[in-house]
């Protein structure tokens, strides 16, 4: 059993394309809901604060300069959260899908679990990108602890695509 792991890199299968495209979708979807609804809230989280500033009799509690100053730095915390989301996880995606490349790995089983509460069977594999893969049942009984198992991923985003 050697301890280097071998790892190359193949195109895409037409199936895992569109799985990709489907997540990218899926996730460039979501990024905007939750941008609209962070917008939404630089504006209405301010304004909620002017009128708890009002009921506490505060003199001028509805101030422009404060309301945008507040407004704008929400704004711009909500941007580059969204921004720094979008490049650690949908960009990788979108790579992938432009580069149509997968990763093959072999890695070596380490040990073998069956999850009795929803009886599903694991491998976990000596791989730095997965720690465990699900396996089906006929695969669980041929391998055993110590055989060599590829698995393929997307090659940026590391998105697991399954084993053989």
């Known amino acids: 059993m050697s301890t280097g792991i071998v790892r190359y890199s193949e195109p895409l299968d037409?199936?895992?394309l569109r799985f990709l495209e489907k997540k990218a979708a899926t996730d460039t979807s979501n990024y905007y809901k939750v941008f609209q609804v962070l917008m939404i809230g630089s504006f209405v989280i301010p304004f909620a604060g002017a009128w708890y500033r009002a009921f506490d009799g505060m003199v001028n509690a509805f101030s422009p300069i404060r309301f945008f100053t507040a407004a704008g730095v929400l704004v711009a915390l909500s941007s580059v959260s969204t921004y720094l989301a979008y490049r650690t996880y949908l960009r990788k995606?979108?790579?992938?899908?432009?580069?149509?490349?997968?990763?093959?790995e072999k890695n070596h089983i380490m040990k073998k679990v069956h999850v009795t509460t929803n009886d599903t069977y694991h491998l976990y594999i000596d791989s730095p990108v997965k720690l465990s893969i699900e396996v089906k049942l006929e695969d669980y009984l041929?391998?055993?602890?110590g055989d060599e198992v590829s698995i393929e991923y997307a090659t940026h985003s590391k998105e697991y695509l399954g084993y053989f």
């Not at 995606?93 to 580069?99: M, N």
């Open 142 to 145: 041929l391998l055993n602890t």
């Open 93 to 104: 995606i979108k790579l992938d899908i432009r580069d149509k490349t997968k990763t093959i």
């Open 14 to 16: 037409v199936e895992e």
